[in-house]
């Protein structure tokens, strides 16, 4: 009882006050502390949610402030479904997610697998190797762009020095080919330090007697690493594919300041488009009904993703 | 010879991993150096082929960043003067400096949006995240769930009702409007991250303290916030970073009064097309913050970033 500053606070509550707390049962502050969380959420996203709900019902235009809403059931939807541009960015989504989560896991746990050999001076290249994934996406998608310019890209020129091929034979940003890869190759160097992190969480949780039981059976290296880290690790690894599938269904910042979602709409991933169709477009009510498509599908895909997950985990 | 022997590496292997992630990392750390470099060129080194990783270093990046000039004519440059080292930089085009440019506020309204919405984050999550891991509350589980499953949801998505809610009620382009918003999507990661935190603290310590006299407030902010505080600050850095770096909402929600950095360096101009140097002057302002406070969380970043599902 010797804080000073918390005798002084006690004393300066007005003791009408400290009797009104003091009184109060552990069910009341329960609520207390959870209420104010619980209503600013109901506020900020499940009303908007509803509204959402409501609005893909509509031809509701936010620019036009005078004109009436009217209700057309499932017209948006409908539209949406049988649009086959939006299977087009559907298809851009699907590459993009593939081949972000088919290399950060390569080289993710390739890099924890070697990091966890615990050289010297592991600790301080991890945390240097994790840095661009804690960076604002936005401030990265534009300096990307800068090193991928024809002509004066450092990156263009990288490639030219190791090809030969000429500086300007080729444009990352401006082919239709090369565009949907040079934002796989951004968010790869972006992001594959988060999944290599979780691995070496996982390589870290494997108990060393395993191996020394392994070693003494004569079980190969190579067996050992298919039959004790490889199924070891799988559930880690399964946690950070889900991490980075939501993520980059959700994709907008990085790729709205690299490509744009060009050339064309080689690059417009589906929240990009939703953009355009919701803030460029004004297509309110029909944006609405698009975005409450792209939820369903992700919370549909990431809930049966978690239970194939908890039935590895469970093994 | 010891059991432990049996599973650590050899040298050479060691030496073969340690090899491999170093050059790893220094490729990685390309892109990043590039920008930091580019930041102290001219403008025609920046843009000269081959790219120059020599060259002779000036701030003209970074006055061009913090400010705006106009051209004069040559009577006005004799008969004023430069008045100090920046003005002298912009002399060369012809120019003077004639006030500050917007970066310094949008930079502002960064550091105000962030640590408003992180002390707000901070104090409903902790005192949610106590109650959850406390107390019993029904239905405690699908709450929880319901907390994280408001991340799932793209921005964009929300940004439609919200742009028109804000519109109602006068939020858009205020910095209440972002602050609001930045807490009601980082609680979600503050109270999953807290509960953690506060779950490792043994329950006997408020135990002792409640048979001792304390009331529940007491033995929670006597007791309890002082044993969770590194998880606190740690919890704190993490919605710091991510209401730093937010994008999508800063863009479609703000304009003039309360727009951050993010959306307002890309569009940094200089004469004849964008401005690299001060482009990337700008953008090592805004990163380096964010890799000081990297090497600092470096022993809770994994909890942070998977919401406490990896402890280490």
């Not at chain 1, 006050?17 to 996203?45: C, E, H, M, Y």
């Not at chain 2, 001792?212 to 919605?239: E, H, M, N």
Request: aromatic share 14%; proline share 6%; charged share 15%.
């Amino acid at each position: 009882m010797t804080d000073p500053i918390a005798t002084r606070a006690a004393k300066a509550t007005p003791p009408r006050v400290a009797r009104q707390i003091k009184g109060l049962s552990d069910r009341a502050i329960a609520w207390i502390f959870v209420a104010p969380t619980i209503f600013l959420l109901l506020a900020i996203n499940i009303f908007p949610l509803i509204w959402t709900i409501q609005l893909s019902f509509t031809n509701y235009k936010a620019n036009r402030l005078n004109r009436e809403p009217e209700f057309i059931g499932l017209r948006n939807y409908e539209r949406i479904l049988t649009d086959s541009d939006i299977w087009l960015n559907m298809q851009a989504t699907a590459h993009f997610l593939f081949w972000t989560i088919a290399l950060q896991v390569l080289i993710g746990f390739a890099l924890a697998w070697l990091i966890h050999r615990n050289f010297k001076g592991s600790n301080f290249w991890t945390t240097v190797i994790v840095l661009p994934m804690m960076l604002s996406p936005a401030v990265v998608g534009n300096f990307w762009k800068f090193l991928y310019q024809p002509q004066i890209g450092l990156f263009n020129y990288i490639v030219t020095f190791f090809t030969r091929a000429e500086p300007s034979s080729f444009e990352m940003l401006g082919s239709v080919q090369l565009a949907p890869w040079s934002i796989v190759i951004v968010d790869t160097w972006m992001w594959t330090p988060f999944v290599m992190l979780i691995c070496l969480a996982g390589l870290r949780s494997i108990p060393d007697y395993i191996y020394e039981a392994a070693e003494i059976d004569r079980a190969s290296k190579l067996r050992q690493f298919f039959t004790i880290t490889v199924p070891m690790v799988l559930p880690f690894l399964m946690l950070a594919v889900l991490f980075r599938g939501i993520e980059n269904f959700k994709m907008f910042d990085l790729v709205v300041q690299l490509t744009g979602g060009g050339p064309g709409s080689t690059t417009e991933l589906t929240s990009i488009n939703l953009k355009r169709e919701a803030f460029e477009k004004w297509r309110t009510g029909y944006a609405s009904a698009y975005a409450i498509i792209l939820f369903v599908t992700v919370f549909g895909l990431a809930s049966i993703y978690v239970k194939a997950l908890n039935k590895v985990k469970e093994r | 010879m010891s059991a432990h022997s049996i599973t650590e590496p050899s040298g050479r292997s060691k030496w073969v991993a340690g090899t491999l992630v170093i050059t790893y990392a220094l490729i990685t750390m390309i892109p990043l150096a590039w920008i930091m470099l580019t930041g102290f060129k001219s403008p025609a080194d920046a843009i000269s082929y081959p790219p120059k990783v020599v060259f002779e270093p000036t701030l003209e990046g970074y006055v061009n960043l913090f400010t705006t000039r106009t051209r004069q004519t040559d009577d006005f440059l004799a008969a004023n003067p430069p008045e100090n080292w920046a003005d002298e930089i912009v002399r060369q085009y012809d120019m003077v400096i004639v006030g500050p440019s917007k970066f310094g506020e949008r930079f502002f309204n960064s550091v105000i949006i962030g640590f408003g919405s992180t002390f707000l984050s901070i104090f409903l999550g902790t005192l949610a995240a106590y109650a959850f891991s406390r107390f019993k509350i029904p239905l405690a589980d699908d709450l929880l769930f319901f907390i994280l499953s408001t991340r799932m949801m793209p921005p964009i998505a929300v940004a439609i009702p919200i742009f028109l809610m804000y519109r109602n009620l006068g939020l858009s382009d205020t910095h209440l409007g972002m602050i609001l918003l930045y807490t009601a999507v980082n609680i979600s990661l503050a109270v999953w991250l807290l509960k953690g935190f506060i779950d490792e603290i043994p329950r006997e310590y408020e135990e002792a303290a409640l048979i001792d006299g304390y009331t529940r407030f007491q033995a929670f902010y006597k007791v309890v916030l002082p044993q969770a505080a590194t998880g606190i600050a740690s919890t704190a850095i993490f919605c710091l970073i991510f209401a730093w770096n937010e994008y999508a909402f800063a863009v479609l929600l703000t304009s003039a009064t309360a727009q951050t950095a993010p959306p307002f360096i890309p569009t940094i101009i200089g004469v004849g097309g964008l401005d690299w140097p001060a482009v990337a002057a700008g953008a090592t302002i805004f990163l380096l913050p964010v890799m000081i406070f990297t090497i600092l969380l470096r022993k809770h970043l994994l909890r942070g970033i998977t919401f406490g599902a990896v402890r280490k």
